[in-house]
């Protein structure tokens, strides 16, 4: 399997990147935990475009149901987790992409690290996870980061009733949407294991979540890998990890059927890409490779490792339709640059 190479633009220190309907066209987004602008990129050509020229400190976007031309982006998340002021922006479109967005702060929420949007098919939530619940020093993990959530108001500048849903989640890392048991969930990954929190059903208010693994976990994303109709769980652990693995359930047990060793480990992604099935994670350390890792069998699970791009010190990632099938999208900040990568037929 092998890879095109795009460079869609600069950026200094650049470290979300992902893919929003923003004024009605699938669109690439991209900004950096540091102070600079917040870029759009958009087929065919995927000139770039600045969204908005700050502020930055960006971990991670949100979507707003029924609209394109309004989005949520967590700010002033600055490195190294100078985060006290971080919260939650709103942001707006004025003139389409003519002029930069307006933007306004909706929530303040300290170290606030992850957010998504999640929905019942009646109501929409936002959730928002605090990777801790502060710091006396860099490296103070004593307070456990809480998760909250809120029902989209009517007017989307607010009030934002946020309410705590999960609590006691310490280097609380990990967020990503997907279904367990059946059931609407948002996958919480921390210290104590990866659970998964349950969106409440129309007219509940409760929010349940269920360990699932019990042990140090900084990223999860779910995938069928081996095609048998179930996902597995891939995740990067303990925080900032030394280890790609993948898990399966095994008749009620969630047992480790690969594992393979990385360096910070940080973005992931998992899926069928170029026609493939595979796992993509990035390593902030050593040799800063972006690794993709490619499923050669199904029974037993085997995994054949190589090298995407060497030195890219990548950050996030996502993959996003083209009109030639897939490509994946990362933040480089080894490199400094987003970037394309796009599977050789």
Not at 51 to 73: I, N, S, T, Y
Not at 156 to 180: A, D, I, K, T
Not at 310 to 320: E, K, L, Q, Y
Not at 336 to 345: F, G, L, N, S, V
């Amino acid at each position: 399997m092998e890879f095109t190479k795009r460079r869609l633009s600069s950026a200094q220190m650049g470290y979300f990147i992902t893919h929003l309907n923003i004024l009605g066209q699938d669109r690439v987004i991209a900004a950096p935990e540091a102070n600079g602008p917040t870029m759009v990129f958009a087929a065919p050509d995927y000139t770039p475009h600045i969204l908005a020229e700050g502020p930055g400190g960006c971990m991670g976007f949100a979507a707003v149901p029924g609209r394109d031309d309004a989005l949520l982006m967590i700010t002033e998340f600055y490195p190294i987790f100078k985060s006290e002021k971080a919260g939650i922006n709103l942001f707006w479109a004025v003139d389409g992409l003519n002029e930069p967005w307006r933007h306004k702060r909706i929530l303040d929420l300290p170290f606030v690290h992850r957010i998504c949007m999640v929905g019942n098919g009646t109501d929409h939530y936002l959730v928002a996870a605090a990777v801790c619940g502060g710091k006396d020093f860099q490296d103070d993990w004593s307070r456990p980061g809480i998760t909250s959530a809120a029902k989209v108001p009517d007017d989307l500048e607010g009030p934002w009733e946020l309410v705590p849903v999960m609590e006691g989640l310490h280097r609380n890392h990990g967020m990503q949407v997907g279904s367990f048991a059946g059931q609407r969930c948002v996958f919480i990954a921390g210290d104590e294991g990866l659970f998964a929190l349950k969106v409440p059903t129309p007219g509940s208010t409760v929010w349940e979540n269920t360990l699932i693994i019990e042990k140090p976990i900084s990223e999860v994303y779910p995938a069928d890998l081996d095609q048998d109709g179930e996902d597995e769980l891939v995740v990067i652990e303990p925080f900032h990890g030394k280890a790609m693995s993948v898990y399966k359930n095994i008749k009620g047990t969630w047992t480790q059927i690969f594992t393979a060793g990385l360096a910070f480990g940080h973005g992931l992604w998992a899926g069928e890409l170029g026609g493939e099935n595979v796992v993509i994670a990035g390593n902030r350390a050593n040799d800063k490779n972006l690794v993709c890792y490619q499923v050669t069998s199904a029974s037993p699970f085997v995994m054949k490792e190589f090298v995407i791009d060497a030195g890219s010190g990548t950050t996030n990632m996502d993959v996003i339709r083209t009109s030639d099938g897939k490509a994946l999208v990362t933040s480089n900040p080894g490199h400094e640059e987003y970037a394309m990568y796009i599977p050789k037929q």
